[in-house]
């Protein structure tokens, strides 16, 4: 079966390298778990779906990877998205709060993790998120970055 | 001759309260996999747990992905999750990772020539090893189709390169929960 990491990587059953990440079925199977953990939680503490796949999308454009975007393109209009979540998903940043203080968060954590410090999340408590929503956020920026190496490295071994 | 680099164990603290066990959920002990007697689970762990569905998938792909029997050789993950760490500026987890390394191979070259930055220093393989994680760690990745064949050309077959794409990737990951909710402290 086909599973996101393989769509995002533009791997099918047929390619050597299909094959050979079937050899980890840890890494698989948990990189999937993570992505439904991330992106569909039974508990979303009140971060809605449509808000995280429209972070999501907004992170794979920072990372420059076409594939992802148009992945949760997809996904992001199958959930009712507002104007404003249309707007966050394409990078822009004139919104409305929380949106406008998550959005920086999410722009700088993706791009510059090394510029990090604790006045960054004192902005989101600030913009009304409160621990488990803060902790929330941090996984799914997190995952996307995870994501889109793994799927990079892939493609770069089907093309080297 | 350079003299080596002694790296000591850093302390994490959140900045954010972290949960306390008396007032964890079910499901958060679950998570934490916290038995009745357990006194003292990491700030780390309680902090991380206020979500955790994310932390108890994390965990489990993180730990298969660092540990897990067979294909690349441990040091060889110690050292991508090190380039991430360095490239993300994650200092506790470099810290720890380049410790590790050193116990691993039992000897502190490697880790004494990343923190004097001198890459030049290292053998074809760890170097090979070295540039690509830094390079799948900048956003966006910088990483290309020659440093994937330079992994090939010091003899890495598909299956290691595999193990270390997701070394690396993951650290992408943890240094974005680590550096970002939380920092280090000497101890």
């Known amino acids: 079966m086909i599973d996101a990491m393989d769509k995002a990587a533009g791997l099918s059953p047929d390619d050597a390298l299909f094959a050979a990440r079937r050899f980890r079925p840890e890494f698989v199977q948990g990189a999937e778990e993570c992505r439904l953990s991330v992106l569909q939680p039974a508990n979303d503490q009140g971060l809605a779906p449509n808000l995280r796949v429209a972070l999501a999308r907004r992170m794979a454009a920072l990372n420059a990877d076409p594939v992802l975007m148009a992945e949760y393109d997809v996904l992001l209009t199958q959930l009712d998205p507002t104007e404003q979540l249309l707007a966050l998903a394409q990078g822009e940043t004139d919104l409305d709060e929380p949106l406008a203080t998550i959005a920086r968060h999410v722009d700088v954590i993706t791009l510059t993790p090394k510029q990090a410090e604790a006045g960054h999340i004192a902005l989101l408590a600030q913009a009304g998120l409160n621990n488990p929503q803060i902790v929330a956020l941090s996984e799914l920026i997190a995952f996307v970055n995870f994501q889109t190496r793994v799927a990079t490295g892939l493609r770069l071994m089907r093309s080297a | ?187």
């Not at chain 2, 994490?12 to 998570?31: G, N």
């Not at chain 2, 540990?67 to 200092?91: H, I, T, W």
């Not at chain 2, 990772?97 to 691993?104: T, Y």
């Not at chain 2, 074809?124 to 760690?137: E, M, V």
Request: aromatic share 6%.
């Open chain 2, 1 to 187: 001759m350079i003299s080596s680099v002694r790296l000591k164990p850093l302390n994490w603290h959140p900045y954010i309260a972290p949960v306390e066990l008396s007032e964890a959920t079910p499901e958060q002990l679950e998570a934490m996999k916290v038995t009745p007697s357990a006194k003292k689970v990491s700030e780390y762990v309680r902090t991380l747990v206020h979500d955790p569905e994310s932390y108890l998938a994390r965990t489990i792909l993180f730990n298969a992905i660092m540990y897990v029997e067979g294909g690349l050789a441990r040091p060889d993950r110690e050292l991508g999750a090190l380039g991430a760490s360095m490239v993300n500026g994650c200092k506790f987890c470099a810290v720890v990772h380049a410790r590790r390394h050193a116990e691993l191979t039992k000897s502190d070259d490697v880790v004494t020539a990343l923190y004097l930055d001198k890459p030049e220093a290292l053998g074809p393989r760890d170097a090979a090893i070295y540039r690509f994680a830094r390079r799948l760690s900048a956003a966006p990745s910088e990483a290309t189709a020659d440093d994937i064949a330079s992994l090939r050309s010091v003899g890495m077959d598909d299956a290691e390169i595999i193990d270390l794409i997701h070394a690396i990737s993951i650290f992408g990951w943890a240094n974005r929960l680590m550096h970002v909710l939380g920092h280090a402290e000497s101890a």
